[in-house]
């Protein structure tokens, strides 16, 4: 079992910067990948980026390369997303979830791939 949470939204202006983190329980947080996800009104929810279970890795939703940057330090349980160049689209709640399958290689963008999610942070980037 893992169990997560997100800390660091909040409001900021268009072309702001933000860090989010994810804080991990359990001894396996290393062994599950973690992606980030967000969730805009009345919209589905859908992938932002991914890190492996080592940190070597990353992937990122096409439209957010170059902005976003996801991380993980596993000596303290935590992911992170740093998110520059904010626009008002980035307005949502953030989403940290980890991989249905420890020790998995593959890194999702199915967000029904993963099991274990945090209660989300609201992220409001004003113009």
């Known amino acids: 079992q893992v169990q997560l949470v997100e800390s660091g939204g909040g409001l900021v202006q268009t072309g702001g910067s933000l860090r989010l983190s994810c804080a991990a329980s359990g001894r396996t947080f290393s062994s599950y990948a973690v992606g980030w996800f967000r969730q805009a009104p009345g919209k589905e929810r859908e992938f932002v980026a991914g890190?492996?279970?080592?940190?070597?890795?990353?992937h990122y939703a096409d439209s957010l390369k170059g902005r976003f940057a996801i991380s993980r330090d596993n000596a303290k349980n935590t992911v992170y997303l740093q998110m520059n160049s904010l626009k008002p689209e980035d307005t949502a709640v953030y989403y940290c979830a980890a991989d249905r399958t420890p020790y998995s290689s593959a890194l999702r963008t199915d967000r029904n791939q993963y099991d274990y999610w945090g209660q989300g942070i609201q992220v409001t980037v004003s113009s």
């Open positions: 890190v492996s279970r080592s940190g070597g890795t990353t």
